[in-house]
């Protein structure tokens, strides 16, 4: 990943420093430990870190500000991750609630199945006439 190209920089010293950028941004570093933050860029680069903050301030802000744009990349990716987990986790808890509640409704069905039979069996109807059942019509008015 490129963040400053190296075109029409003809002084060493911002020529290094816009390198120490790209690399730590690619997470390639080779002097440093690859952290983003002003120290390790100028570890980087080889200079002294107030070349950083007093003569190349254009560079320093510019890192700055793409190293914010990374780390809120990062976070908001970790986040993601988190928000992910616990949506699976929910889903999880629904899956087994789901299962608990259909294995009560089975339970229920049976056992309603088993009251009707038993209610026509002691009312002398057959079987076949307790499960159905018709309702009279009611007669609509007229407007």
């Known amino acids: 990943m490129t963040v400053l190209p190296l ?32 120290t390790q860029l100028a570890i980087e ?16 802000d510019r890192f700055q500000a793409a190293a914010a744009q990374e ?10 991750g988190d928000d992910l987990e616990k949506l699976k986790r929910e889903n999880a808890e629904l899956r087994q609630h789901c299962r608990h509640l259909e294995s009560r409704l089975e339970i229920y069905a049976t056992a309603l199945n088993q009251l009707a039979l038993e209610h026509a069996a002691l009312s002398g109807r057959d079987a076949d006439a307790a499960k159905v059942r018709t309702l009279p019509r009611r007669r609509q008015p007229l407007p």
């Open 71 to 80: 780390e809120a990349k990062r976070t908001k990716a970790a986040q993601t």
């Open 7 to 38: 075109d029409g920089e003809y002084d060493p010293v911002r020529r290094d420093i816009i390198a120490a950028i790209n690399r730590l941004f690619a997470g390639a570093p080779h002097r440093s430990n690859g952290r983003l933050n002003v």
């Open 45 to 60: 680069a080889d200079v002294k870190r107030w070349h950083l903050t007093h003569q190349h301030t254009d560079l320093k």
